[in-house]
């Protein structure tokens, strides 16, 4: 017998505690990681309903819009969901860098003998 979460067709995500799922963001052409957050279950249906992406900020403890105040929005092309649906991977049109540092992915650094280095 297979598990329906697994295998079948409804979707069954499995929110922490918090309610959270965290949400990976890929671009849609190049397949460069831009960003890792997190979406609650309004985040996710403004997602699907808008086509720009939403996330929750643990931080601010509020719903936000990524692109808001930068109009850096990611306009969404796809939205995956992992075989356990516990993870989503949004494909996404980047309308500029999806850092908030200003860098084109927030994986702009990379690890070398135990220290950050740039990768840009």
Known sequence: MT?????GTR????WDAAGLVTA??????????LMVA??????????IAGGEAWFWSRSRGRLWRKGETSGH???????RVDCDQDA????????GP???TGATSCFYRRIENGALVRAD
């Open 3 to 7: 598990d329906d979460r697994e295998q």
């Open 11 to 14: 979707l069954q995500l499995k």
């Open 24 to 33: 990976v963001v890929t671009h849609h052409q190049t397949g460069e990681p």
């Open 38 to 47: 997190h979406m609650n279950e309004e985040a996710l249906e403004r997602t």
């Open 73 to 79: 929005v990611l306009r969404v092309i796809e939205l």
């Open 88 to 95: 989503l991977w949004l494909r996404a049109d980047p309308a």
């Open 98 to 100: 999806a850092c908030h």
